[in-house]
């Protein structure tokens, strides 16, 4: 018995043939009533029918006369083809070529083939030919081999059938394949291995480890460590189920992450946004996307030049040419911009200067920084800059030759005004020389501090508004303005003190300043109305030509302060002047 696989693999190869013969005979007169008495084989049996023809009468199971009918052959066919093992398939009789010249033949009527009717036999020597028929009766329908093979005590036709190794059995093949007794047929040449003792069929698989038959995920099987989520296989990482189509285990993190199209990549790679590329993370960090690169040797993530172009550490992409170049030095430089050496150059008017140490004044003339001066531009033709104090220094200096002598002074430019570099030292009634209550200086302090005035004759010698005072001429006594000022140009009056004081060791209890600008403050302390003096090399006291009721303000730095000071005081106190360019 072939299984029903079997049969459904045959199902378009063969055609069933089952024949009868029917035999006539009789004048067409009268007579006995066996006008056309015939048999036919069926099933190994057989049986007997009459058909009438002329008006006659016929019987089931015996004979009648035909009347003088001429004998007509008749065989059933199937309305449709199908081989041996088609089921309750519906044929009909149809007449044979003999019989198509009379149309006076009663035709047969359809009948069931039966399941039990249509099983092969096995394959047989018969009359010296393999032969293979339904219900094994070589009056059946049959297949012929000329070409047959022996199988143990059996025959078989390698063309449908094949002899088992192990088991030396003949089986039918699956389509064209054989199979071992541990496989089977799913389907036409589908050959399977069994799973444990069980088949399935091709919506189902056989889950190694376990041998248990189990439907498939969509298309696919699955493991035990595998589980089935809707049509999609998952995997397991750490806690957490994964789509291994789309994601994966990153290993060392258990972390799932999205493939980078259809790679994996580590802790210390990254997919790239856009490229779907995987590489390793810049200095084991950083991502950089497909218009940036990591730079080798510093691990920096930088744009591509020119969009393109990956540049070292010694070299740079230069903006508006995107030309990746050398470094000047350590440093880049513009297009408008030159590399002398290692010193990048730019341009003033038609020459070029070192920004790092010179500056371009209006767009023709090119001077000197002055060292940690912060102002950066002068005109290079009226100052000059002296690296050792830090200032920025007029080149001709004051000259002032009143009261029959001539005395020179350096003058510095902070911000937009000008100011001594000293304090004034003009021999003027009511002026002092600190320590001296004479007029004369007998301490030897004025040719180091200057001269110290009371209000009044600060403001009033030369010019009676009592703007350029004791001054000399072009030049004035500064107002608390100005010396506000001069304070917001150094930075605040919190650190003007320490920015302003001279670096000297005049300024006792290490009160010294830094001196950036080149003013050079210096404690030279005051004086009273009395005739007293008071605090030379701890402190310092300038007045200003601005009143505040019946006093004046000045303007004081002290040896334990950074800051500058302002006070209104009385004006008959002895004090220092600056004076500063109108």
């Excluded at 015996?62 to 199908?82: D, F, V």
């Excluded at 889950?207 to 248990?212: D, P, V, Y």
Aim: net charge negative.
């Amino acid at each position: 018995m072939i299984t029903q696989y079997h049969k459904l693999a045959l199902t378009a190869s063969l055609v069933l043939a089952m024949s009868f013969t029917l035999s006539c005979s009789g004048d067409g007169g009268g007579g006995d009533n066996n006008p056309g008495g015939g048999t036919y084989s069926d099933n190994g049996g057989s049986s007997s029918s009459g058909v009438s023809g002329g008006g006659g009468s016929s019987s089931s199971g015996g004979s009648s006369s035909s009347g003088g009918i001429a004998c007509a052959e008749w065989e059933w066919k199937l309305t449709t083809p199908a081989t041996c093992e088609t089921s309750q398939t519906t044929g009909r009789a149809k007449e044979t070529e003999t019989c198509k010249a009379n149309p006076s033949i009663t035709r047969g009527e359809p009948r069931e083939i039966l399941d039990s009717e249509l099983e092969w036999g096995k394959w047989k020597l018969i009359g010296g030919v393999g032969k293979r028929c339904c219900q094994d009766d070589p009056n059946n329908i049959c297949e012929t081999s000329n070409e047959l093979l022996a199988c143990g005590t059996e025959l078989y036709a390698p063309a449908y059938q094949f002899c088992q190794a192990g088991t030396n059995e003949v089986k039918e093949r699956c389509g064209t394949l054989p199979y071992t007794s541990t496989q089977f047929c799913q389907s036409p040449n589908v050959v399977e291995e069994l799973c444990g003792t069980e088949e399935y069929t091709a919506a189902e698989f056989c889950q190694a480890g376990t041998n248990a038959v189990l439907a498939l995920c969509g298309t696919e099987t699955y493991t035990v460590e595998q589980s089935c989520q809707g049509t999609v296989v998952m995997d397991k990482c750490g806690s957490e189920w994964y789509n291994s189509k789309t994601q994966f285990c990153q290993a060392g993190t258990n972390a799932v992450l999205a493939l980078c199209g259809t790679e994996e990549y580590t802790a210390a790679e990254f997919c790239q946004v856009g490229t779907n590329e995987v590489l390793p993370l810049c200095g084991g960090a950083n991502t950089f996307t497909s218009t940036e690169f990591c730079q080798a040797g510093t691990n920096a993530v930088l744009p591509l030049c020119g969009g393109t172009n990956t540049f070292t550490s010694t070299q740079f992409c230069q903006a508006g040419t995107n030309a990746v170049l050398a470094l000047c030095g350590t440093e880049t430089y513009t297009v408008e911009q030159s590399c002398q050496g290692t010193v990048v150059m730019d341009k003033c008017g038609s020459e070029w200067y070192n920004s790092k140490t010179q500056f371009c004044y209006n767009s023709s003339k090119v001077g000197n920084l002055c060292g940690n001066n912060p102002q950066k531009l002068y005109d290079p033709d009226l100052y000059e800059c002296k690296q050792n104090s830090n200032g920025i220094y007029l080149k001709v200096g004051i000259t002032d030759s009143r009261g029959g002598t001539t005395k020179t002074y350096n003058a510095v430019l902070i911000g937009n005004l000008v100011w001594m570099a000293e304090n004034l030292n003009y021999n003027v009634s009511g002026s002092r020389c600190y320590g001296d209550n004479t007029g004369n200086d007998n301490q030897n302090r004025c040719g180091t501090y200057g001269r110290l005035y009371n209000w009044a004759t600060a403001m009033s010698t030369a010019n009676p508004n009592g703007v350029q005072g004791v001054c000399p001429s072009g030049w004035h006594v500064p107002s608390s303005a100005e010396w506000t000022a001069l304070t917001t140009a150094v930075g605040g009056s919190s650190t003007a003190g320490i920015r302003l004081k001279s670096n000297s060791s005049l300024w006792n209890n290490n009160g010294r300043g830094e001196d950036h600008f080149g003013f050079s403050a210096l404690p030279g302390g005051n004086g009273s109305a009395g005739g007293g003096f008071d605090r030379v090399g701890y402190y310092g006291y300038w007045w200003s030509s601005t009143e505040s009721g019946d006093g004046a303000y000045d303007f004081s730095m002290e040896f334990n302060s950074t800051g500058m000071l302002m006070k209104n005081d009385d004006k008959v106190g002895l004090f220092s002047v600056r004076c500063v360019q109108n």
